[in-house]
Antibody
Framework: QVQLVQSGAEVKKSGASVKVSCKAS????????IHWVRQAPGQGLEWMGW????????YYTQIFQGRLTMTRDTSISTAYMELSWLRSDDTAVYYC?????????????WGQGTLVTVSS | QSALTQSPSASGSPGQSITISCTGT?????????VSWYQQHPGKAPKLMIF???KRPSGVPDRFSGSKSGNTAFLTVSGLQAEDEADYYC??????????FGSGTKVTVL
C-alpha cells in the first residue's frame, strides 16, 4: 500500500534551517510528483510547491522563493524539504503529499506531518 | 495567490444534508475543472474526498458529492454522520503551475 512516512518533530532557532524528509513506499517513487503543504497552528492549509522525483525539477510558490529547497534521493525513495532563514511564523506542521499524476494537482496520499517549531 | 474563500463553519443534524461553498476567481476555480476537496480530522493529515469537481476516489462514500458553478465550487454531504465532523478544504489549480487551497470550513454534526 502507498505510504509516505515523514521525519520527526523539530525545534529550531530563528534564522536556522530545517530539513524534513518524506520516505515513499508502495509505488514507483519516480512516477509521481511530491508536493509540500504546511499548516500553522489553528490555521488552514498553505501550498508550498512540488518536486518531480524523476527529473529533480521543482516549483516553489512565490512567497518561499529564495528560502525553500526541495530535493530527492531516488535510491532511497525519499523527498526532502529544506526551509532556511526560519522565522517564528514558520512554526507549522509540514506535510508531503503525492500527486496522482493527472496534471491537475490532486493529492491522493499524505504523510503524517512533521511539526516544526521555531523559537527566538 | 490568495486563498479561496470558504464560510468558516457549517452544521447539521445527523441524517441531514449540508453544502459548503468555495469561491475563487476566473483565474482558478472558474478557469479549470481542477477543484478538489479534502477532509481533515483534528491532528490528522488531510484526506482526499473529491477531485476534478465531482469525482470520488475509491473508498469515499457516495454521500459526498461535488459541483461547480462559475467561480464557486460546492461540496455536499448527504445523510450527515457523526464521523463527518471535521474541517473541509477546497483546492484549485490556478494556472502557471500555481495551486491554492481554500480557507477551510469547520463542519459540526449537532
Amino acid at each position: 500500500q502507498v505510504q509516505l512516512v515523514q521525519s520527526g518533530a523539530e525545534v529550531k532557532k530563528s534564522g536556522a534551517s530545517v530539513k524534513v524528509s518524506c520516505k515513499a513506499s508502495g509505488y514507483t517513487f519516480t512516477g509521481y510528483f511530491i508536493h509540500w503543504v504546511r499548516q500553522a497552528p489553528g490555521q488552514g492549509l498553505e501550498w508550498m510547491g512540488w518536486i518531480n522525483p524523476k527529473s529533480g525539477g521543482t516549483y516553489y510558490t512565490q512567497i518561499f522563493q529564495g528560502r525553500l529547497t526541495m530535493t530527492r534521493d531516488t535510491s532511497i525513495s525519499t523527498a526532502y524539504m529544506e526551509l532556511s532563514w526560519l522565522r517564528s511564523d514558520d512554526t507549522a506542521v509540514y506535510y508531503c503529499a503525492r500527486d496522482t499524476g493527472s496534471g491537475d494537482y490532486v493529492l491522493d496520499y499524505w504523510g503524517q506531518g512533521t511539526l516544526v517549531t521555531v523559537s527566538s | 495567490q490568495s486563498a479561496l474563500t470558504q464560510s468558516p463553519s457549517a452544521s447539521g443534524s445527523p441524517g441531514q444534508s449540508i453544502t459548503i461553498s468555495c469561491t475563487g476567481t476566473s483565474s482558478d476555480v472558474g478557469a479549470y475543472n481542477f477543484v478538489s476537496w479534502y477532509q481533515q480530522h483534528p491532528g490528522k493529515a488531510p484526506k482526499l474526498m473529491i477531485f476534478e469537481v465531482n469525482k470520488r476516489p475509491s473508498g469515499v462514500p457516495d454521500r459526498f458529492s461535488g459541483s461547480k458553478s462559475g467561480n464557486t465550487a460546492f461540496l455536499t454531504v448527504s445523510g450527515l454522520q457523526a464521523e463527518d465532523e471535521a474541517d473541509y478544504y477546497c483546492s484549485s489549480y490556478a494556472g502557471n503551475k500555481n495551486f491554492v487551497f481554500g480557507s477551510g470550513t469547520k463542519v459540526t454534526v449537532l
